[in-house]
């Protein structure tokens, strides 16, 4: 007999993290409830009014902290499981991304203190990354046996694998990053590393918007090499992605950045693109022919020397980009993301 999850909260069902696992639990063979409250603090109320089905699992989608503690009232009445999946901790981005709080202060421990209660009263924790599941469980005093990794991955019906074509010469490679020039992307590492650059031509295009957008502009003034682009339609994005030769992912120094791995580097293997990153502590045990190049954060040294290499081993390009996509396949396809959520349920479904 199938199961029911009830999805809940004030969620943006088209969002990519979203919808690939609500396609996980399709695929799992669930049926899917959304309810989507007026207000987040009197949604158990709001739920009782509207009678809600019968449902086996309560599940409360990224970014959504809010709605946890409605959920948890609603859930524990009726002796449901609830997982949450929150993707990104408000305590870290206030915190140490956006540096709205200093790491200490009053203000910061209240909300470390609001965020952990809130994560610790799920039944079970998701994570992106099994770097993020161990900054979970130290940051808010969580056990890692409450928290299991789903990783993010791409919408395989949009981005698909493309052949890359061989480069004959008569044109430069193109190097895409595409983003919203935020501090965790370094985007201005980018445009430094573009500068240094000295090899075979190559194309530095950075698409896309954000905070960073107008210094990294104004630091590009007088290099020919580098172009930006307006951020394009989502659905618009695989067919970009095919058009360059390597892609870039993010290049911050961040803690944060090393835990996670960006949606542009799921979608770039997906389209069988070479990536170009920063380490990082969230990727699996890659192999050295992974088809993705990690480097030193924040180093536009080792990134303009890194676009050398491939740039003079042009013709190994397509190679890279087959090689990118079986990591794809291998670690972080939709088979392996709903193999992921079904550990996850049976940690919590009888």
Not at 28 to 45: E, K, N, Q, T, Y
Not at 263 to 276: D, I, S, T, W
Not at 329 to 338: C, D, H, L, T
Request: net charge positive; aromatic share 10%.
């Amino acid at each position: 007999m199938s199961k029911t999850v009830l999805w809940w909260g004030r969620f943006d069902p088209d969002y990519s993290r979203n919808r690939i696992l609500r396609k996980g639990f399709a695929d799992l063979g669930w049926r899917i409830v959304d309810f989507r409250p007026l207000l987040s603090a009197l949604a158990d109320w709001e739920a009782a009014l509207h009678k809600l089905p019968k449902v086996d699992l309560v599940w409360l989608p990224c970014f959504r902290q809010r709605d946890l503690a409605a959920a948890r009232r609603w859930s524990r009445r009726r002796g449901l499981p609830l997982i949450a999946d929150p993707l990104i901790s408000a305590y870290d981005k206030q915190v140490f991304e956006r540096g709205k709080f200093a790491e200490g202060s009053a203000q910061a421990e209240r909300l470390r203190a609001w965020e952990g209660q809130l994560l610790r009263s799920a039944d079970l924790l998701i994570a992106d990354t099994p770097a993020h599941a161990e900054f979970y469980a130290q940051t808010f005093d969580i056990a890692l046996k409450k928290i299991r990794v789903i990783h993010v991955g791409a919408e395989a019906a949009l981005f698909q694998a493309t052949p890359l074509p061989a480069h004959d010469g008569n044109r430069p490679l193109e190097a895409l990053f595409f983003g919203s020039f935020i501090g965790l992307q370094g985007p201005e590492t980018i445009v430094e590393a573009a500068r240094r650059y000295q090899g075979p031509p190559v194309r530095w295009t950075l698409l896309g918007d954000g905070p960073l957008k107008a210094e990294c502009q104004q630091r590009a003034q007088g290099l020919n090499n580098v172009a930006f682009e307006p951020w394009l339609a989502y659905e618009q994005l695989p067919a970009r992605i095919a058009q360059a030769d390597i892609v870039l992912g993010v290049f911050g120094a961040s803690d944060k950045a090393a835990r996670v791995i960006p949606n542009k580097v799921y979608q770039a293997l997906a389209c069988g693109r070479p990536v170009v990153t920063r380490e990082g502590l969230g990727y699996p045990a890659l192999q050295d022919d992974s088809g993705i190049v990690q480097l030193p954060p924040a180093d536009p040294i080792a990134l303009a020397q890194a676009v050398v290499r491939l740039a003079e081993q042009a013709a190994m390009l397509p190679a890279l980009g087959r090689q990118a996509r079986a990591s794809y396949e291998g670690y972080f396809s939709e088979r392996v993301i709903a193999d992921e959520l079904a550990a996850a349920l049976a940690a919590v479904i009888c």
